[in-house]
């Protein structure tokens, strides 16, 4: 990500965690890539991604407005730092370094960084070794998952940029947006500097036949005109597999039932019914409506008022 994270997410600096939230929902169901095949959709969600796993973390958000790391994440140049370190009073290798008041900082860098190797001791002053490390760079990801996995967790496979494979947990009940950390699975370090860290910002495909609100799944379940009549067990999927639902005799479309306990971690699975009429209405049954209607006909639309 480059530029500004607020505007990635079209907020202001003054947005609050919800509304950056709701700022990141709006963007990914608007251009995941998954929903929107347009290149520059897979851009402005990859930006809006990037951005919301660092404003989304209160020390990181207020690092970043403070200046002190950049929109990646990553540490900001403290350009003052050594010349501080040489002006200091009580540093007794201060006119060693030979910095002055206009002393150039960039120069400074570039001359430490080019006669130092990463791997070798730092500054000598009389003979004595002072070593220099840096911790390497945290590496930023984002990785999309199936929705089954992301609601019963599991393993999968990712390619780091240096070659290699890795196993990453997928915790149970994952969510769009939530970010896992790789310990040193970053960038090396320099020096005696430690690797950084790896993190991983999850997308969560969509399901044809589930969608989850917080723990509780939700299904649309078809049924057929003889069981919203005369009720019965019907084969119902969950996410741990297909349990038997009751349903009510004279059940009709729209109507919500109940699985306890069937969500994720405690939440429930919400059932809206679907009914749906036969494939083709055979002569048998349009005659048995045909009688059925002379005596028992009603109004379902009784409720309604037209017009003005």
């Known amino acids: 990500m480059a530029g500004d994270p607020y505007a990635a997410l079209g907020v202001t600096k003054t947005a609050t965690e919800a509304e950056l939230k709701a700022a990141y929902r709006k963007i990914a169901k608007a251009d995941h890539p998954d ?48 010349r501080d370190h040489a002006e200091a009073a009580d540093n007794p290798y201060a006119r060693s370094y030979g910095f002055d008041q206009d002393a150039d900082m960039g120069d400074v860098f570039s001359d430490l960084f080019g006669r130092r190797g990463a791997g070798q001791e730092g500054f000598r002053q009389g003979g004595q070794p002072r070593d220099f490390y840096m911790r390497g760079q945290d590496h930023r990801f984002t990785l999309q998952v199936d929705f089954m996995t992301a609601a019963k967790g599991g393993k999968t496979r990712i390619t780091l940029p240096d070659g290699n494979d890795l196993e990453v947990t997928i915790p149970k009940g994952a969510q769009d947006g ?103 209405v055979d002569p048998e049954l349009e005659a048995f409506m045909e009688s059925w209607r002379k005596s028992h006909d009603y109004d379902p639309r009784a409720g309604l008022k037209y017009g003005s």
């Open 35 to 82: 929903l929107n095949p347009d290149p520059r959709a897979a851009e402005r969600f990859k930006a809006a991604a990037a951005a919301y796993d660092l404003l989304k973390d209160p020390v990181q958000r207020r690092r970043f407005d403070a200046g002190e790391i950049d929109e990646q994440g990553q540490e900001r140049p403290q350009r003052r730092y050594y």
């Open 178 to 280: 939530q970010t896992i950390r790789l310990k040193d699975k970053g960038g090396p370090g320099f020096g005696k500097g430690g690797p950084g860290d790896a993190y991983l910002t999850l997308t969560v495909a969509p399901d044809p036949m589930f969608r989850r609100e917080g723990n509780d799944i939700f299904l649309t379940l078809p049924i057929s005109l003889s069981e919203a009549i005369l009720g019965g067990k019907v084969a119902t999927p969950t996410i741990n597999g297909t349990v038997n639902l009751t349903i009510p005799k004279g059940a009709t479309t729209g109507q919500k039932l109940r699985l306890r306990g069937r969500g994720i971690d405690g939440g429930d699975q919400q059932v809206e019914l679907k009914v749906m009429m036969p494939p083709k």
